[in-house]
């Protein structure tokens, strides 16, 4: 299974700014940045996993759409939580900020369609088992297990400390990667708790409830705090830890 980490900035910096990855070069999960790939890599997805509301994991959402879109039976799938979905409605996809899509998808040639997300409920996309497990976040949060049958990944982003997916990551011993949260460094835990986002020392524990070692790339470091966050994870000391780059593919 390949995952690219999503440039989040026409200029190639070093931060993610806004999440997206791509999974297989077809499945994309979280919404962030993907409208600002290049077209080529727009076109090549089929899907799109949403893990919640928040603005840098939907941001380009609507820009996606708009630019993929081609007259005719096709168009991307967005899978979701109702709660997801309701909010893109109310807020994006409201004929204000954005044409709605859904109204439009009625009335021509379908623009987007929504598959409803179900906690602990596995849904086939593309060749792939994905099970969304919630989290612990400030607002409905999916993380998600991605299985082709014989390798599976966790995607742990936007969290707190939580304990329904390490289970699934427990139990499934084709879990060979984990993508983990690292939003803030430890002298902010006061932020960290009330964001219900991890520090260092946080990731370490969550990290810890895996069982067994396994390769583990920290994503979602703030980039106002992303030396000190760096920093703070390599003193762990994790022989499996790697520090995510923009663009960068990881094979598993």
């Not at 077209?39 to 708009?66: C, E, G, T, Y």
Request: charged share 15%; proline share 6%; aromatic share 10%.
């Amino acid at each position: 299974m390949d995952v690219t980490v999503l440039s989040s900035s026409v200029e190639g910096a070093a931060h993610q700014f806004a999440a997206s990855y791509i999974v297989n070069g077809s499945l994309v999960i979280d919404a962030g940045s993907i409208g600002f790939a290049s077209l080529d890599r727009q076109k090549a997805v089929q899907s799109i996993l949403i893990s919640h509301a928040h603005m840098d994991h939907v941001a380009s959402l609507p820009i996606f759409i708009d630019n993929v879109y081609q007259p005719g039976p096709q168009c991307p799938t967005i899978y979701a939580s109702q709660h997801v979905v309701d909010n893109l409605m109310a807020h994006f996809f409201n004929d204000i900020i954005w044409p709605d899509m859904i109204r439009l998808s009625a009335e021509e040639s379908p623009f987007v369609r929504f598959v409803l997300l179900e906690d602990g409920k596995p849904v086939q996309i593309d060749g792939l088992t994905v099970t969304p497990i919630a989290l612990n976040h400030v607002i409905p949060t999916f993380g998600f297990i991605v299985d082709d049958g014989a390798t599976a990944v966790a995607f742990i982003s936007d969290t707190a400390q939580t304990e329904a997916i390490w289970e699934y990551v427990r139990n499934n011993p084709r879990v060979k990667a984990v993508f983990l949260e690292a939003a803030f460094p430890n002298s902010m835990g006061w932020l960290a708790e009330k964001a219900k986002h991890l520090t260092p020392s946080l990731f370490r524990d969550e990290y810890s409830k895996a069982g067994r070692l396994l390769p583990v790339v920290a994503v979602h470091i703030k980039p106002a705090f992303y030396s000190a966050v760096v920093s703070e994870l390599k003193q762990l000391n994790l022989d499996k830890l790697t520090i995510s780059q923009p663009n960068q593919t990881y094979s598993f």
